[in-house]
Each structure stands twice: as C-alpha cells, then as structure tokens.
C-alpha cells in the first residue's frame, strides 16, 4: 500500500461520520443494501463521465454528489485506486444531485466536459467544495468562477450548460438513481456488485478481488 494511500485511509478514518449526504451503514441499513440488485443498463449510459481507462475491464460505478462531503472524502481514494490500477479499472460518474445546488455544479461539470476540462473542473470544485457548496446556501457564483479558475471558458460554457442534452443528462441520472435504489453519497458499484461493507477498505478489498479475476 503506497503512502498516499495509507494517508487517505487515515484521514478517511479520523471523518468518523461524515455529514451531509454521507451516511455509515447500520445492520438494518446492510440488509436493506444487500437486497439491492443493480441493472446493468441503469448503471452505465453513454453519456456517463468516465475517468480512467475507457475499456478497462473493471468498472466501479459511482453515484456521485459534487455537493457531498463524503464524495469529497473519498475522492483520493478513488484516485489512488485508479493510479493503482491504470489498466485495470475505470470509474464511471453518475450525477446524485441530492443537495441544494447540486444540479447547476452538474451542469459546470458537463459544459466543462464538452470543452475537454472535466477532470480539471471536477478536481477543483471537489477540493474547494467548502467555498461553495455550504449546506442550504450554496455559493454557485463561486462554483462557477472556481471552475473558471481551473481553465474553464465560462461565456460559452454558461450557454452550454442549459442546452436541453444537460437537461436530459439530469433526468437520465435521477431515473438511474432510482431505479438502483440509491439513496445516500457516495454509493459504489464495482462489476455491477453494490459496495456493502461502506468503508475504504471495503471499497479497496471489493475492486481488488474484480481485478484479481481478470488476472
């Protein structure tokens, strides 16, 4: 386990209860996960934001809330795993817009992915999500000038981020979240198998037997 690793396990750790969207699984809450079963067409769409390799053979899916202090947690995590497994794995985005002003950051990201700066935009509004997404009152001005900050063109991107594709785009993944019962962030999928024991280590023992498979 490298180093950067160890440390993003920790400070995932000492969080202990994240707020927001986040959420610690219950025995009654691990019965109720256990029970779900995902629908492959449900999880993966073509318009989905992947990082990592296109066609590699492990896929974690993530429902993914830009607002959400958990997704922000464990955002390294799922970076390490993806430098980990360069060849091996890929993470597929789906939008989980659970909180106020979750749905315009979506739009920042999808305008920045049609200019090629989803990663950049994403990064940056995940590392500084206490400037704008406080809970109730969030701060999309400064949402947005964060990811002019991060190299996006924000005239032509404002235009494209109400264009009626985002629209479905929105409605698509809000469709998707119900259809795989999702109801906190971040919720995990890897190989279509849900992430039950919620923890990082969970996360990494479950990509790492998907990967082992394919060895």
């Not at 890929?90 to 315009?104: C, W």
Request: with cysteine; proline share 5%.
């Amino acid at each position: 386990m490298n180093r950067a690793l160890v440390i993003t396990l920790t400070a995932l750790a000492a969080l202990g209860v994240f707020g927001g969207g986040a959420y610690y699984y219950t025995a009654q809450q691990k019965e109720h996960a256990a029970s779900v079963t995902a629908s492959a067409d449900t999880l993966v769409r073509a318009h989905s934001p992947i990082l990592g390799k296109e066609d590699a053979p492990v896929t974690i899916v993530e429902f993914f809330d830009p607002s959400c202090e958990a997704c922000r947690a464990f955002f390294p995590l799922v970076k390490n795993i993806l430098a980990t497994y360069p060849d091996d794995v890929r993470v597929v985005i789906r939008y989980t817009t659970f909180h106020k002003g979750s749905d315009e950051a979506v739009r920042i990201l999808e305008a920045a992915r049609k200019q090629d700066k989803f990663e950049p935009v994403l990064a940056a509004l995940v590392d500084k999500q206490p400037e704008w997404a406080t809970h109730g009152e969030p701060d999309m001005k400064r949402a947005w000038n964060i990811a002019g900050e991060a190299g996006l063109e924000l005239m032509g991107a404002r235009l494209d981020s109400v264009k009626p594709e985002v629209d479905q785009v929105l409605q698509t993944d809000l469709a998707d979240v119900k259809a795989n019962n999702v109801e906190q962030t971040p919720t995990f999928f890897v190989n279509g198998k849900l992430l039950v024991n919620f923890s990082p280590q969970g996360l990494i023992d479950l990509v790492k037997g998907e990967v082992d498979k394919t060895s």
